[in-house]
């Protein structure tokens, strides 16, 4: 839904900070594992290669490496935070939230925290909502988190899916402010063409994802 509101408070980034684990899995090395090559992945994705998280790691983990860098990029105190919205697919357990356990690592306890599940446009979701929550006053300042470990819900012998993804988290923090920021933004869902029972691992057709976005 378009944002239409009068009021002169806009959201406005004022810090960003980003997190990639140190694990690289390239392509020629993909396609050891996979039938596929360096040329055929780039040609039909531009990828050259993915990072990966280390078994130890998880989206809390990730979240909290883009999180404090965002932070210091903005210079704020955790504490000033009213609201953290982490978008993932991957939780680090059914409850509570992630974005709880990253209140509790970054010191913001207290303020508003949720997790916003919107697979590849998470981020963007829970960037809209944020930037509600600060137009209509119920926000000053927010922390918002996209991260996924999202290689270990792949089917590794699946090139049409396995070669499009890996982890990684990437924040920003919000601030309200007269002058634009976010301007407006439209989100729209279509979820016409699932016929899949839920399996296990991710699948997609990517030849048919490509022509429906573009």
């Not at 690289?24 to 039909?44: A, K, Y």
């Not at 990072?51 to 990029?73: K, M, N, S, V």
Request: charged share 20%; hydrophobic share 40%; proline share 3%.
């Amino acid at each position: 839904m378009m944002n239409k509101s009068v009021d002169t408070t806009s959201s406005r980034i004022i810090g960003t900070g980003s997190y990639l684990p140190e694990t690289i899995l390239t392509n020629e090395v993909l396609s050891q594992r996979v039938d596929t090559n360096h040329e055929w992945i780039v040609e039909r994705t531009g990828v050259h290669q993915r990072h990966l998280a280390a078994p130890h790691e998880a989206t809390g983990d990730l979240a909290y490496f883009a999180a404090q860098q965002a932070i210091e990029a903005a210079n704020i105190d955790p504490e000033t935070l009213d609201l953290i919205i982490l978008g993932t697919t991957t939780p680090d357990r059914v409850y509570p939230a992630t974005a709880c356990q990253l209140q509790h690592r970054i010191g913001a306890n207290g303020c508003t925290a949720f997790d916003v599940q919107a697979v590849c446009s998470g981020f963007v979701y829970a960037l809209s909502v944020a930037d509600k929550f600060i137009r209509c006053g119920d926000a000053r300042r927010a922390l918002v988190v996209g991260a996924d470990v999202h290689s270990r819900l792949l089917d590794w012998e699946d090139r049409a899916s396995c070669v499009l993804f890996g982890d990684g988290a990437g924040a920003v923090v919000l601030e309200a402010k007269e002058n634009p920021g976010i301007m407006s933004t439209y989100l729209q869902a279509d979820g016409y063409d699932d016929d899949d029972a839920g399996p296990a691992k991710v699948r997609m057709e990517g030849r048919d994802v490509f022509k429906l976005a573009v």
